[in-house]
């Protein structure tokens, strides 16, 4: 190839758009982010309710028959149902506010960035329980005269789980509302 030759390929090139975007394959990512937030919202909502519900539930069945009416059970029982309230509540939120976007790029993005933001204030509702659930137990193990150990051992999972659960939330739930986030600056809305 000569000089000339090479040098018209070049501003040949220069005029051309450098990148295009694909709309389509954008559409197609964004659309999969929403629907992929919106089903694990649904989902933990779901298993938050089932765990509260049943576990609350249970307690509401059997501890009105024990001979021993302690504070602690009725406490974890009223705070597993109370949550079971609140998971219910926040859902309801979310569905109706999940009417209210565009069915446009930008609606999609917003509306996975809602339903995200949402998982993230499950999530950490349910980090919080953590804790509230262990004073209760450990409070209803200790006034039952179980021994040091059991107690214990009782701590170091409840220890081991709110660590899990505190790492789920920072790496995963917020880290996947960062990076909707920064699609969203990306697209420029």
Known sequence: MQFDELQTQWSAQKEEDMYTINQEALRQRVQQ????????????????????????????????????????????????????????????????????????????????????????????????????????SLYHLWIEDKPVWVLGLVTVLFFLSFLAGNWEHRNWHKGKLEELLRMKEELGQ
Request: hydrophobic letters at 50%; zero cysteines.
């Open 33 to 136: 982010k929403m629907v992929k937030a919106d089903r694990f919202s649904d989902f933990m909502e779901k298993m938050l309710l089932a765990i509260y519900l049943i576990f609350g539930g249970g307690l509401m069945v059997f501890l009105p028959g024990r001979e021993e009416q302690e504070l602690a059970p009725y406490l974890i029982m009223a705070s597993m149902l109370l949550f079971a309230g609140y998971v219910t509540y926040v859902r309801m939120q979310r569905l109706r506010a999940s009417g209210t976007f565009d069915r446009t790029l930008a609606g999609d993005v917003n509306q996975a960035i809602s339903d995200t933001r949402h998982r993230v204030r499950i999530s950490f509702m349910g980090l919080l329980s953590i804790p509230l659930i262990a004073l209760f």
